[in-house]
């Protein structure tokens, strides 16, 4: 497998992910959006620039989306007391708690339709490597990647 092709795995399996979670406005936003909303619900109270470092966006891609999303009630933002300088975002309460109450979306159906198939074991067999390939690639694996 090539890079290109691993990056292209990437986006269809982040397509499938998008159609596998609950309709709340989140499918409709950008990429690049979404990244830094995800970013911050995996590391709360983190600064613009770490969100930045984590998602390789330029810093002022990181603001836009920041403000965009504090302006939609998704994320909320806060003058970091030990470095004045610096602005802390965390997600919303709201939805921290909404996002909790909800069931979890299985992924069964996008895969069947993405293979293009109704065969139960197929499925099975392609979810199941897709959580091996989760619990192997943990969400720190990119920055081991880029040390």
Not at 10 to 37: C, D, Q, W, Y
């Amino acid at each position: 497998m090539t890079g290109l092709e691993l990056f292209l795995l990437g986006r269809t399996l982040m397509k499938l992910g998008e159609e596998s979670i609950h309709r709340a406005g989140f499918n409709e936003l950008p990429t690049s959006v979404r990244s830094v909303l995800v970013d911050v619900f995996e590391h709360p109270s983190t600064s613009i620039r770490e969100i930045a470092a984590r998602t390789g966006f330029p810093q002022s891609l990181v603001s836009a989306s920041v403000a965009r999303l504090r302006e939609g009630g998704a994320l909320v933002t806060a003058v970091d007391p030990v470095d004045r300088r610096r602005t802390l975002v965390t997600p919303a309460p709201e939805l921290v708690g909404v996002t909790a109450g909800l069931a979890p979306v299985p992924i069964d159906g996008a895969v069947g339709v993405a293979l293009r198939t109704d065969d139960p074991a197929e499925v099975a067999e392609v979810v199941l490597a897709l959580e091996t390939l989760a619990r192997r690639l943990s969400p720190d694996a990119l920055e081991r990647l880029r040390a």
